[in-house]
């Protein structure tokens, strides 16, 4: 099992950066995989989760700004990041969302954004 994200970096506010999530698991396609994130000091929080048949979620800090989407064939998942706050400023992570049940996985390294206001 290997989840590796990448794409983050250093972004002026109101910019944009488009993450990626290669999942190496198995049964992917029939997963809800989700993007989470974890502020300095703060706990990690589910952000976005998109379904095996493509329904999402976003939480009320990235909803209208945020676009997740997935690969199913190739098993892989992007955030596309919009109007970039300095308060996104994080690691954001990708794993398997909870919202049907699904088990944790083993978190990868995450990818750090950091947003300059």
């Known amino acids: 099992v290997q989840l590796q994200a990448c794409g983050g970096g250093l972004v002026q506010a109101g910019g944009s950066l488009k993450l990626s999530c290669a999942a190496s698991i198995r049964n992917f396609r029939s997963t809800t995989m989700g993007w989470y994130r974890q502020a300095p000091g703060k706990q990690r929080e589910l952000i976005a989760d998109?379904?095996?048949?493509?329904?999402?979620y976003y939480s009320d800090s990235v909803k209208g700004r945020f676009t997740i989407s997935r690969d199913n064939a190739g098993n892989m998942m992007w955030l596309q990041m919009n109007s970039l706050k300095p308060e996104d400023t994080a690691v954001y992570y990708c794993?398997?969302?909870?919202?049907?049940?699904?088990?944790?996985?083993?978190w990868g390294q995450g990818t750090e954004v950091t947003v300059s206001s």
């Open positions: 794993n398997t969302s909870p919202r049907y049940g699904a088990a944790r996985l083993t």
């Open positions: 998109v379904s095996s048949g493509g329904s999402t």
